[in-house]
């Protein structure tokens, strides 16, 4: 093994070891409740990339299930109360996630709740529609097109996807809508967290709503800090 494997794998366990240095999780001011919890971590609030990692509570501590190299908003990141629609920021947070959805199949092991994605369905994000920031299968005539998203025609984006709860069970108009964690486009995202295909695919697998699991969204350090949330 190579020094740099043995370093990084010693502070892996110490991390993990009582009386080690605090593990992040452990620094947060909340976690949802729940035993499963993936964070998505920018090093600023400027930055488009990152990392998510996806863990599990076990017998009183977090242990770390997976990782990812993950991308935001082309804009980088700003905190969720105080964003605003179209400006190409992921807001930070934590929040649930309420189903999955996806253009292809869901894959073996989802058990979250998967709608399939059909030529008919659309998420409307037009501020001036009763059916803001929800999925709508067909367009309501109140949704205006331009101001939503035709979700089949976004691939492979939403190939695979789970929803953030951000701005979802009181919709605020005009502070965002579609925010979901979904498979990498060509670049940063208009807003969502996006991650390689396969790791979609392990998230969609390992996620149980039985388990209550939420999604943390933040920066290393500074006013959008994950461990404020």
């Known amino acids: 093994m190579r020094l740099g494997a043995v370093a990084l794998a010693s502070a892996s366990l110490l991390a993990l070891a009582p009386g080690g240095p605090p593990l992040l999780l452990e620094q947060l001011a909340d976690t949802g409740g729940g035993s499963q919890l993936i964070t998505a971590q920018a ?3 400027d930055a488009t990339s990152g990392t998510l990692t996806w ?6 501590h977090w242990v770390k299930t997976g990782s990812a190299v993950a991308r935001f908003g082309a804009k980088g990141l700003v905190e969720g109360g105080s964003r605003r629609q ?4 992921t807001p930070t947070g934590l929040y649930g996630l309420p189903y999955a959805f996806g253009i292809r199949k869901a894959p073996d092991g ?3 709740p998967y709608r399939r994605v059909r030529q008919e369905s659309w998420w409307c994000e037009d501020n001036d529609s009763r059916s803001y920031n929800r999925w709508t299968e067909p367009r309501p005539a109140d949704c205006r097109a331009t101001e939503s998203e035709h979700l ?3 691939d492979p984006q939403y190939a695979y996807a789970l929803v953030v709860g951000f701005n979802y069970d009181k919709p605020v108009r005009g502070r965002g809508a579609g925010i979901f964690l979904h498979v990498d486009g060509r670049a940063a995202t208009a807003g969502c967290v996006s991650v390689p295909v396969e790791a979609m695919r392990r ?3 390992w996620v149980d709503p039985a388990r209550a699991p939420h999604i943390a969204i933040g920066t290393t350090g500074g006013g959008t800090a994950l ?3």
């Open 86 to 89: 179209s400006t190409n920021t």
């Open 152 to 154: 089949i025609t976004y």
């Open 227 to 229: 461990t404020r949330y």
């Open 110 to 112: 989802t058990r979250a």
């Open 203 to 205: 998230i969609l697998a």
């Open 43 to 45: 090093p600023r609030a």
């Open 55 to 60: 863990w599990d509570r076990r017998d009183g």
